[in-house]
């Protein structure tokens, strides 16, 4: 009795398909007719079979390999293929509106602007005599009144890359501190390396006001994160090939430049130009505090809000270059906020204060509110201490601190319910550290 071996499953099907190969091959020899490594289909049976080193694809294999990478591009990156030119300014203000209580002027230029800038690009890709120079943007406001939120809110809508650069870092070539093509590396990151979808970025450049140089004179010292540092932004907002480290330029010398094309990259920048408002008071021949020039009258100046009269002129003698005042041709401010923008800013954004603070409770299984005396008396600290939109989250986690370290433990007892009244509220912040500061006179 001849009894066989004992195979697994995995040895037996090894076999098998070891067999099949055998057998195969044998006829293919034994034929003399070339057949497909992939799919197994003769010559005769393909329109194309291409032969490699060891292998041979017929023209199908490359079809269904060719969709398969496509559909694998798309779902890796789905928007790359966005037509900007549907998003009209009205559509894009719309969706600023959503995210951005207030600053009506400021929405509006830069809806306006990003519409042109991607209608722009759009033009480029068309034969026409007539070339569209880009225009980079800059935000004057006070900090707090949303200049990083509008421009990270465009960026979201258009589903582009985008990168957030702080100024305050930057230093000319050389020197400790960042070069000014880190900038671009922070967007190359964002776009996952992919330098075309990169180049049709935004960018913006945080706190541009900390790099003028002082005074109006040009410097007769070496102003490394000053002047020099305007000068060298310079090749970046006009739009030029800059050859990028794709990990940060000193710490990996040997690593290989990628070049980037800045002309389609959308520019914005902000800062909260700290003392400009004299310098719009005296070309205003008026004064910030005090009497005014005697025998001008100037009843339709609004003093409370003097940077809605800034011009090019103003950033020229804070200490920005006229060359990056030229750069940066499309200029708007942002109001500053009273308590009827703040308390909207709390209640009615998709991202509101007090949606996220509610979210947060309720994935402890934790609902929380808060009355209606609380929300005023959150903005009328916030106004008093002249924080601005960033204060509220501080003065809201000042109160909630003790509730979020210690409600958690207790969400599976019969601790479900949580509303903040007035009285708890004025105990907490005093309690805080934050209550220390001096209120803003």
Known sequence: MFILPYLSVKECLKQVFFGRRILKNYIMAKT?????????????????????????????????AWSILEEKTKTAAPDLHIDHSLLKPVEIKEFLDQYVI????????????????????????????????KSNIILVG???????????????????????????????????????ESILT????????????????????????????????PSITRDVSGEGVQQALLKLLEGSIVNVPPQGGRKHPEQKMIQVDTKNILFISGGAFQGIDRIIASRLRTHVVGYTFAGHKDENIDHKNLLQYISPA??????????????????????????????????EPKNALVKQFARMFELDDIK??????????????????????RGLRSIMEAILMDAMFELPSKSKSKTKNFCVTLDYAEEKFKKASISKLRPAV
């Open 368 to 389: 929380l509110t808060f009355d209606d005396e609380v929300i005023d008396y959150i903005v009328e600290k916030s106004e008093e201490y002249n924080l601005g939109a």
């Open 186 to 217: 922070r967007l190359l990151q964002a776009a996952d390396y992919d330098v075309a979808l990169a180049e049709k970025g935004i960018i913006f450049i945080d706190e541009i006001d900390k790099i003028a140089r002082k005074g109006d004179n």
């Open 32 to 64: 003399k007719e070339e057949y497909c490594s992939f799919c197994g289909r003769p010559k005769s049976q393909t329109e194309l079979l291409i032969s490699g080193m060891e292998a041979k694809i017929c023209n199908y294999c490359i079809e269904q």
């Open 102 to 133: 207030g600053q009506e002027e400021a929405k509006k230029v830069l809806s306006v602007a990003v519409y042109n800038h991607y209608k722009r690009i759009g033009q480029a890709t068309q034969s026409n005599e007539v070339e569209i120079e």
């Open 142 to 180: 006070e900090t707090g009144t949303g200049k990083t939120l509008l421009a990270r809110t465009i960026a979201k809508m258009l589903h582009v890359p985008f990168a957030i650069a702080d100024a305050t870092v930057l230093t000319e070539a050389g020197y400790v501190g960042e070069d000014v």
């Open 314 to 347: 103003d950033l020229k003698k804070f200490g920005l270059i006229p060359e990056i005042v030229g750069r940066l041709p499309v200029l708007t401010y942002l109001n500053p906020l009273d308590k009827y923008a703040l308390k909207k800013i709390l209640l």
